[in-house]
């Protein structure tokens, strides 16, 4: 076994910072250095011994002097021009307006007619080519309009700087720095060249141990406007991956041709909320196959020059798809990516490849990192959150990046991680050795299963939205509970939900790639889900489970919830069941008020039999029926806290019959939490909180004691 005090952590570093790199390998344990986008390591750091030396390596951008002579191989986007009302026969669009110019700029190398789109957003019709003409000098539009109809431009561009070293090169206020040109790995002479490059780099840095690829070759969707700020991001988006011959690959392969339409979708981008087309389900398989055979090339290189090959799990990602059916074809010896909360965290774990690790938070950037700020609050709270998670299902190594200069100037939270560091090898050295006791199977439900294995609700990984708060809660907080997760997508129930599933969760908004929508018009995929309830099986819907208006029903499934929604047309009917159920079991550890997210109107019981656990302003908040021998739960929203997750997991519990596993490996105060791992006799507690608690907690046989423990603290306790 690994010394406690040193290993599995991976620290940043940069030039003439030596003496100080060596006084914090040494004060964390790191056993390997890392440079980072805008850093390079000196020799003198790469020679220290026993330290293993991790180098990014980017493949499409950092390149300019290749891309400045092969503009044609240049990135392309498909974008969409605002919406604009026409109110004369003859209407000019500019395109580019909420563009930024340094950023994108239009493709007239391929024929617009040939390749763009303009459409009546009115009727959804395509504009006839010569309705309209493109002044390419002012990137104008000029279209023959019909008018109050609202028509948009789809156009191809090119990315001519990189969005991920631009957002870098604000945040850091690098100046000086030159624009990274991005190039497209489809081309040959990009893709030739790509190779090529790598190997020279290869010969010429012997001292590398690990090769961390940035990714490999598509940036995830990301565009700003003309402010440079932040347009349009999606962390699972495909927008910058098209091309003209990319599309003329499709159609040789998948024998339709795909329109410019497919990519930018109303505007909408294909947002992963967003019910994904068949269009493109296809072409996100179609590039996941392109990009693992080049980038198998790319790794089968470095294993030529005995080097391991890392793939972060951010920039240009797109196409590999950790949870897809090619990754494990690149043959990658691990991935890294960046920790905001324990949800992150899962997503990297979970990831089937040699090793996984995880970069946690705060980045010791500049944005975080200056004077009068306390970068330990932001550690503290990344660290309560991912720690969880960690005991569910450890990464393989932990790490930072950024300038190591600027977090050496913060002491304190230098102290911090040093215990952070600590605590995760103890934790490791423990979990790894046993899989940690689970009470049930639970599956989340949407219209994409596996391949977004922990990825529901994320616009931006980590970070907070308005309409995602309400639903990310429920990943967040199965990302520790003590229960297996799996993700499935409604071909997987419709012909019978797999019998080792007790709990199926289908939760998001109407109309979502979430909830579903159509698919709850599929005979197969409702009787398949009741039959699975009817006979013992639990359902937990979340905000507005299967939901689509359809025969006299908004929820699909109100028989199994007991709940529907007034959406006005049955007004005149007297809705009589609003006695709440004073207590139950599913309620019993609430002790302050329900944080629900954002209201979900109008939701009324059906039956007298439907139990109503929160009833307020005339309508249904939080409800549990029983439907044949199996039972459902209904709640409008589960924003994380740590109350929530104690009501989601007596909900589990509850709705799959297994309330008598409640106190077993247990903390009455749900701020604490119990992790077990039963083949090695012990158990450890969670303090989630940053106050010190004493509460009693629970054995494997239900026995129970009293212990105390400390703020954010973790106890180990043999059995």
């Known amino acids: 076994m690994m010394d406690k005090k040193r290993g599995r952590l991976t620290l940043p570093s940069e030039e003439n910072f030596y003496d ?37 390596f980017f493949t499409a951008r950092d390149l300019n002097e290749f891309a400045e002579g092969n503009k044609f191989e240049w990135s392309r986007y498909y974008l969409l021009s605002d919406f604009t009302t026409a109110t004369s026969e003859e209407t000019e669009i500019s395109f580019m307006e909420k563009y930024y110019s340094e950023q994108i ?79 497209d790995v489809r081309f040959d002479k990009s893709s030739t060249y790509m190779e090529e490059r790598l190997e020279k780099w290869l010969q010429e840095n012997p001292k590398t141990d690990v090769v961390r690829f940035t990714t490999f070759f598509y940036q995830f969707s990301l ?74 090339r790319l790794v089968d290189l470095v294993h030529k020059y005995n080097k391991k090959a890392l793939m972060f799990l951010g920039d240009h990602w797109i196409g590999t798809e950790p949870y897809g059916k090619y990754f494990k074809d690149i043959g990658l010896d691990g991935v890294v990516g960046s920790v905001g909360d324990g949800v992150t965290l899962r997503l990297i774990a979970d990831i089937d490849v040699g090793f996984t ?26 660290w309560a959150k991912a720690r969880r998670a960690l005991v569910r299902k450890p990464l393989d190594r932990i790490g930072y990046g950024g300038y190591l ?46 391949i977004r294995t922990w990825g529901p609700y994320i616009v931006a990984h980590g970070k907070w939205y308005k309409l995602c708060y309400s639903y990310i809660g429920i990943t967040e907080a199965l990302s520790g509970i003590d229960v297996d997760v799996r993700f499935i997508n409604f071909d997987d129930i419709k012909d019978g939900v797999p019998e080792d599933i007790d709990v199926i969760i289908n939760a998001g908004d109407a109309y979502t790639a979430f909830s579903g929508g159509d698919a709850f018009l599929d ?15 639990g359902f937990i819907g979340v905000g507005e489970p299967s939901a689509i208006d359809k025969n006299g029903r908004f929820f699909q499934l109100a028989d199994v919830m007991g709940i529907d929604v007034e959406r006005g047309f049955s007004q005149s009917t007297d809705k009589y069941f609003t006695d709440t159920t004073d207590k139950h079991f599913i309620t019993e550890d609430l002790n302050s008020e329900l ?21 307020s302003n005339h309508e249904v908040h939080m409800a549990a029926n029983d439907f044949g021998k199996g039972r459902s739960f209904y709640i409008t929203g589960l924003p994380y806290s740590a109350q929530n997750t104690r009501l989601l997991e007596r ?57 105390t423990i400390e703020p954010s603290d973790l106890i180990w306790i043999e059995e």
């Open 595 to 615: 944080e629900l997210g954002e209201n979900k109107p109008n939701v009324y019981a059906i039956s007298e039999d439907t139990q109503i656990l929160e009833y």
């Open 405 to 450: 200069s600027l977090a050496y100037k913060f002491p304190d939270f230098i102290e911090y991680i040093s215990k952070v560091a600590d605590e995760y090898r103890e934790i490791y050295d423990t979990v790894k050795e046993d899989k940690p006791y689970t009470k049930a199977n639970v599956a989340i439900l949407n219209s994409w299963g596996k």
């Open 20 to 56: 100080e790199t060596l006084e914090m390998l040494d004060k964390l344990g790191a056993d390997a250095i890392r440079d980072s986008d805008g850093t390079k390591l000196s020799e003198d750091i790469k020679d220290i011994e026993d330290v293993d030396i991790y180098t990014t």
């Open 357 to 382: 690790e995880g970069r946690f938070l705060p980045y010791f950037f500049p944005d975080v990192f200056y004077e009068g700020n306390d970068p330990t609050i932001e550690a503290k709270d990344n």
């Open 223 to 296: 565009v700003f406007n003309e402010k440079a700020l932040e347009k349009y991001v999606d962390w699972f988006g495909y927008t910058n991956s098209i091309s003209p011959e990319t599309m003329i690959a499709f159609e040789k392969e998948y024998r339709y041709k795909l329109r410019p339409e497919d990519i930018v979708d109303e505007g909408y981008y294909n947002s992963t909320f967003r019910i994904p087309s068949k269009a493109y389900l296809d072409y996100i398989d179609f590039t996941q196959k392109y990009v693992t055979q080049k980038a198998k």
């Open 523 to 537: 005979p197969d995929v409702v009787s398949s889900l009741r039959k699975f309830v009817y006979n013992g099986g």
């Open 105 to 183: 700029e239009p493709d007239y190398d391929h024929d617009p007619k040939e390749w763009w789109e303009v459409i009546d957003r009115t009727t959804g019709e395509v504009v006839a080519n010569d309705l309209w003409q493109v002044d390419r000098q002012n990137n104008i539009a000029t279209i023959k309009t019909i008018p109050f109809h609202v028509y948009t431009v789809t156009f191809l561009a090119y990315g001519k700087w990189d969005p991920v070293q631009m957002y870098n090169y604000i945040t850091n206020d690098w100046k000086n720095k030159e624009h990274h040109i991005p190039i």
């Open 651 to 707: 909900a589990i519990l509850y709705v799959s019959h297994k309330e008598d596993e409640l106190k077993k490996y247990f903390a009455e105060d749900y701020n604490l939490e119990v992790a077990a791992f039963p083949n090695l006799g012990k158990y450890c507690v969670l303090n989630n909180s940053n106050k010190k608690i004493t509460s009693n907690i629970y054995d494997k046989d239900g026995n129970s004691k009293e212990i």
